[in-house]
């Protein structure tokens, strides 16, 4: 018992030990990415709710965190949970367009500029200011949604 706990536990470290993520499976990597977009997703909601909105109160601690946790995602590396199987038209449970992979000059753009705007926003949000925070929030936001109108199903 003692040595096939080890042994799983050995495989499973193997598993997720470094450039192993190209072994993922379609649905793994169509699951995480969807799972990492809604992880960003809550935390700009957070920044949006303090920031733009003003429901709830402004902390600048709170929005440092959340806009921590969304250039720690978006540094991930997440282009490994993108692949040419991976598509709608091929995989199930996913809005990810064929086009993602027909136009690569396109999708480095888009992921480019989101990457930057996010390590902006990060940089503006240890600021504290809150009327830099909302200018910043609000190009990061234009960012997600230029990837979605080329290659996000509706
Ligand atoms: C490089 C392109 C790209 C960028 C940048 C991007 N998204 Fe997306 N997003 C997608 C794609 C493609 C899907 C659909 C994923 C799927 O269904 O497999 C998606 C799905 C989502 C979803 C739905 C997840 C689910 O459960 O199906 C949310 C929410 C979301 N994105 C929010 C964001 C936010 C917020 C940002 C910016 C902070 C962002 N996205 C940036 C391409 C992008």
């Known amino acids: 018992m003692k ?3 080890t042994l799983t536990t050995a495989i499973f470290c193997m598993a997720f030990a470094g450039t192993s993520v190209a072994q993922m499976s379609v649905e793994d990597q169509i699951e ?3 799972a990492a977009y809604q992880f960003m997703s809550w935390n700009m909601g957070k ?4 920031a733009i909105e003003g429901d709830v109160e402004f902390n600048a601690k709170q929005i440092m965190a959340a806009a921590n946790a969304i250039a720690a995602t978006a540094n991930s590396g997440l282009g ?3 692949s040419p199987d991976s598509t709608l038209d091929k995989a199930d449970n996913t809005r990810l367009k064929p086009e ?6 396109k999708a480095r753009e888009v992921g480019g500029n ?3 705007e996010a390590n902006k926003l990060q ?3 240890a600021s504290g200011d809150k009327a830099a925070i909302a200018k910043q929030f609000a190009a990061l936001g234009k960012s997600c949604k230029a990837c979605h109108d080329n290659f996000r199903d509706d």
């Open 123 to 125: 940089e503006v949000a």
């Open 3 to 5: 040595k096939t706990g």
């Open 32 to 34: 995480a990415r969807q």
């Open 100 to 105: 993602f992979f027909e136009q690569p000059e």
């Open 47 to 50: 920044i949006k709710a303090q």
């Open 114 to 116: 989101f990457v930057r």
């Open 80 to 82: 490994a949970l993108f």
